[in-house]
């Protein structure tokens, strides 16, 4: 690997596969931590069969980038869970999972790939206006993203002595695996009345953003850019 490298959790659907997809057509090489192979044909990506709730295998990996000597320039904590469910049946296995997931998972990888990233490089968590606007059954998720957008705040002011940029995109209704929900007709129209602009983003948006804050956007740290349509103004 001889270009920049972007590592990314949950790049084999939805946002994530989106963000890596567009990533090596900018010829950024790309690793991918998921569960499920990516549907992607490139060289100048690896990919890593993980369960990143599972930190011996987040370990077991960040060693093998180690030994590939493959330096990390831009980290996308990406991948996230949600289960929905009313405060009276609330899981807490389910809860422990959202947070493992969502939250520890990017703890771990930002503390570990940090530690060689090199100045200039950049961690972008990818979160949810949900982070800040409550709303019914999604207790673990949307805690878990809460905690991600303090946590970002936090990496930033750490690392910035060491010239890494931690920013957070906060994201609204978005048309990915995640939100499957959105298969129904009802659902998806009721989610539509809530943004402003009138339509949910598409994971190429995304993507596109995503890219151009890493790319271009030299001065913002402990950032949290908002792409939601206006969601959040409601």
Not at 4 to 27: D, H, M, P, Q, V
Request: glycine share 6%; hydrophobic share 45%.
């Amino acid at each position: 690997m001889n270009s920049k490298t972007l590592l990314i959790t949950g790049g084999s659907s939805g946002i994530g596969k989106a963000i890596a997809e567009l990533a090596l057509e900018k010829r950024i090489n790309v690793i991918i931590l998921d569960k499920k192979q990516p549907d992607i044909s490139s060289d100048q990506m690896i990919y890593f069969p993980c369960d990143i709730s599972n930190i011996n295998e987040l370990k077991a990996i960040i060693e093998n980038i180690k030994q590939k000597q493959i330096n990390v320039d831009y980290l996308v904590n990406n991948a996230a869970v949600q289960f929905i469910s009313s405060l009276e049946s609330l899981d807490f296995d389910e809860w422990d999972y959202v947070f493992d997931v969502n939250l520890k998972a990017a703890v771990f990888l930002t503390k570990y790939i940090s530690k060689d990233m090199k100045a200039g490089s950049q961690i972008l968590n990818i979160s949810s206006v949900h982070g800040s606007v409550p709303r019914d059954n999604k207790y673990a998720y949307d805690a878990s993203k809460a905690a991600l957008n303090m946590f970002s705040k936090e990496a930033a002011l750490n690392l910035a002595k060491q010239g890494i940029k931690v920013n957070v995109l906060s994201l609204g209704a978005t048309k990915t695996p995640l939100n499957d929900n959105f298969n129904d007709n009802a659902l998806y129209l009721d989610a539509v009345k809530k943004i402003p602009i009138g339509e949910v983003a598409d994971s190429n948006d995304i993507a596109k953003f995503a890219l151009y804050l890493l790319l271009e956007v030299d001065y913002a740290t402990g950032a949290m850019f908002v792409l939601d349509g206006g969601r959040s103004l409601l």
